[in-house]
């Protein structure tokens, strides 16, 4: 070792007794950013700097290094196999000039095995000690140090290993889902707790070696939102994680609509250098054609049926709801940017009988998509992309669409549908979308459509991590999903459903906690704004859906939707509710009819409430206060007359404590005198009733404590 070192370094020394760097050499920069930073290095395809004793796997081909500050501006960068003291020089080269960051062209590894010891270094060229190398001498062999050299200072060492990453090294690893891949839970946004797109992928990962939420994160975000909105909770979420694992770099695997979520990130100013790799699972990066269909008429279209039954479904609920006249209406005027966003930036995907149509003209601009292609290079340039397409191999994925102009404006504006043409694809994303960006994927699936290769890729997206396959792989099956329930609800009220067969899903309302008996069922939690419960595969049958009134109560809606591969239907209620008060509703679901029926029962009269002469006060002042009763005169003649019972009630009690037998003819006198009093003054109080001023409310009001008055205190 020591004599090949010894006979390297005098290669090492000839190449530098020049005056000029190497032509193995290439600036990368002069950003003196570079040079104020820690020293760093990596190889390609790496994008950020390696860590001290970790593994990677890089390949033979060009190696970064930064120029640190306290070196002098003529430096020396080389990279070793082994360890300090007893190492093979691979490659090095001088660098003369102010760069701050440096590329050797060309490194070659040899044939390494796992965890072979490697390191790079940059040293100031007055160390470089002339014809005997001494401090590259020292490096490889071990002699002694120039007595001037200082760790830190004047040189710098960054040690790595060759090959497979262990667990204690896993970086941070984000999982971003697509369009409906996110629900709301509690305020919260969960990766797809229904169709379990991820859970495969997922749980992969933990069962590898990942730590949930400590190297294996969850990104669930409202992707009816602008996808710049949900980057920005993105650029959030990586901070977070930062903290959490005191790191500087996370890795992302997105898939689908996840992946645009992921380029916005990394395009703009709050990108902090900290993605590694980049993996894009079938991630429309020119768009889809589908999201025509959806943003233009309102018809939602996604790929598989089931998948677009739940966005239809939940569009139509969400429109009701809100005030929106159809789904189209939703769509476009709350509006659902980041369905906008998916619309295709390419020629040809729209013809009409004569002609097919150049982009832009006659087409839905995509800004968003343009701006994400043309700084995709710059992507590139900072992270480790991976691009992963699927193909079903039927050529049955929407390409384009034949158009007429419209006779339904708004919708169609650009041109209604009149036939529909189809190529190779995942059955969402075409081919094209991904190939006519960034020409042939690093990987492609075969046989899977947009949702399956999702777990179908996860081994090839760990072994591209990790430097090495998983050596288990979670292939779980979920119940296939062929129809559903779901229950929205417009508060103030929160719900409990109990199934045909007796499960419950949805509030406790004796323990105020949640229950879930209904399996795969879906419930967003009572602390989410406008509560939902999702039931997949519903049992035909009675549902119950039990209501309590929350808050001050108040008008409320339930709005129940049904869907299934090839229709939809929905049915909804409104009415009111008190504070705490429990009204039933029955939906009926059949098994031979998709049609639903939402029934309320009527609930029992609320138990009588005694009124009082002194409740008749209170409530006439209110009344006033209200301009239900807004003449003076008339208020201030039904407080008179409340308090005139107040005085007669009192007078009549005190004598029919005394017994019949033992009243004296003045005590009885008094008491009939008393009664008729009564009489007189519930007579006036009607007569006030009537006065024209008064609003139907205050005449309900006055009738109400005249009718209890005459039936609970004239019991002569």
């Not at 020089?89 to 965890?115: C, I, K, M, R, Y």
């Not at 003649?637 to 004296?664: H, M, Q, W, Y």
């Amino acid at each position: 070792m020591r004599r090949t070192a010894t006979i390297l370094f005098c290669a090492l020394c000839f190449l530098l007794s020049g005056s000029v760097a190497s032509a193995n050499t290439t600036v990368l920069s002069n950003d003196p950013s570079y040079a104020l930073a820690p020293f760093s290095f990596y190889c390609q395809p790496y994008k950020y700097s390696f860590e001290n004793n970790k593994h990677y796997v890089p390949t033979d081909g060009p190696c970064a290094f930064s120029m640190p500050s306290t070196i002098g501006s003529q430096k020396i960068i080389a990279v070793y196999q082994g360890a300090v003291g007893n190492a093979t020089l691979l490659a090095g080269d001088g660098v003369f000039n102010t760069a701050t960051l440096v590329q050797e062209d060309l490194v070659a590894f040899g044939a390494p095995v796992q965890d072979q010891d490697y390191f790079a270094v940059v040293w100031d060229y007055d160390l470089f000690g002339g014809s005997t190398g001494a401090l590259g001498q020292a490096l490889a062999t071990g002699t002694a140090l120039p007595v001037d050299a200082v760790l830190g200072q004047n040189y710098f060492i960054l040690p790595w290993k060759w090959g497979t990453k262990p667990p204690s090294e896993y970086e941070p690893v984000v999982i971003i889902p697509g369009i409906l891949g996110s629900w709301e839970k509690n305020g919260e946004w969960v990766v797809d707790p229904i169709l379990h797109t991820y859970d495969n992928l997922i749980d992969t990962f933990l069962a590898n070696g990942y730590v949930e939420n400590q190297t294996l994160f969850r990104f669930g975000y409202n992707w009816e939102e602008p996808n710049e909105v949900s980057a920005h909770m993105l650029a959030n979420k990586i901070q977070q994680i930062k903290q959490t694992c005191a790191c500087s770099h996370v890795d992302i695997v997105a898939h689908s609509m996840g992946g645009l979520v992921a380029l916005y990130y990394i395009e703009n100013s709050e990108y902090q250098n900290d993605v590694g790799q980049l993996f894009l699972v079938a991630t429309p990066l020119s768009g889809a054609p589908k999201a025509y269909k959806t943003w233009e008429g309102g018809e939602v279209d996604f790929g598989e049926p089931i998948p677009n039954a739940f966005m239809q479904t939940k569009f139509w609920l969400e429109a009701r709801g809100s005030g929106y006249a159809s789904v189209f209406d939703y769509i476009r005027n709350r509006p659902i940017e980041s369905i906008h966003e998916l619309l295709p930036v390419y020629n040809n995907y729209l013809s009409t009988a004569t002609t097919t149509l150049q982009y832009p003209t006659g087409y839905p601009i995509n800004g968003f998509l343009e701006t994400i292609i043309a700084k995709l290079n710059q992507v590139y340039g900072k992270v480790r992309v991976n691009t992963i397409l699927a193909d079903t191999l039927l050529n049955t994925t929407i390409s384009g669409f034949l158009i007429e102009p419209s006779t339904e404006l708004p919708k169609w504006e650009h041109g209604k549908i009149v036939g529909t043409f189809f190529s190779a694809g995942d059955g969402t994303v075409p081919r094209t979308s991904i190939e006519n960006i960034i020409g042939v994927a690093d990987k492609e699936f075969d046989g899977v459509n947009h949702l399956q290769v999702v777990a179908t890729s996860s081994s090839y997206i760990f072994e591209n991590l990790n430097n090495n396959g998983p050596t288990t792989i979670i292939n779980k099956t979920y119940r296939v999903v062929t129809s559903f329930l779901y229950f929205k609800l417009f508060s103030p009220i929160d719900m409990q459903i109990v199934a045909p067969d007796g499960k419950r899903l949805g509030k406790d309302f004796s323990t105020n906690t949640e229950i879930n008996e209904i399996p795969d069922a879906f419930y967003s939690g009572f602390s989410t704004g406008n509560e939902y419960a999702v039931i997949v595969n519903p049992i035909p049958g009675n549902y119950s859906l039990q209501t309590i009134g929350t808050g001050s109560g108040g008008a409320y809606t339930i709005i129940t939707g049904y869907g299934d591969s090839a229709t939809t239907t929905q049915a909804e209620i409104t009415s009111s509710t008190t504070p705490a008060q429990v009204i039933n509703h029955t939906l009926a679901f059949s098994s031979t009819s998709t049609v639903l029926t939402l029934t309320k029962e009527t609930p029992p009269p609320p138990p009588p409430v005694a009124l009082t002469p002194d409740s008749c006060i209170g409530d006439m002042t209110k009344a006033y206060k209200n301009k239900w009763i807004t003449k003076k005169a008339v208020y201030e003649g039904l407080v008179f007359d409340c308090k005139a019972l107040r005085d007669l009630f009192k007078t009549r009690d005190s004598i029919e404590k005394v017994p019949l037998a033992n009243r004296t003819k003045a005590q009885k006198a008094l008491l009939s005198a008393t009664y008729e009093g009564i009489k007189r003054v519930l007579a006036h109080m009607d007569l006030l009733a009537k006065d024209k001023t008064n609003t139907q409310d205050a005449v309900l009001l006055i009738h109400s404590y005249t009718t209890w008055f005459r039936d609970h205190e004239l019991h002569q």
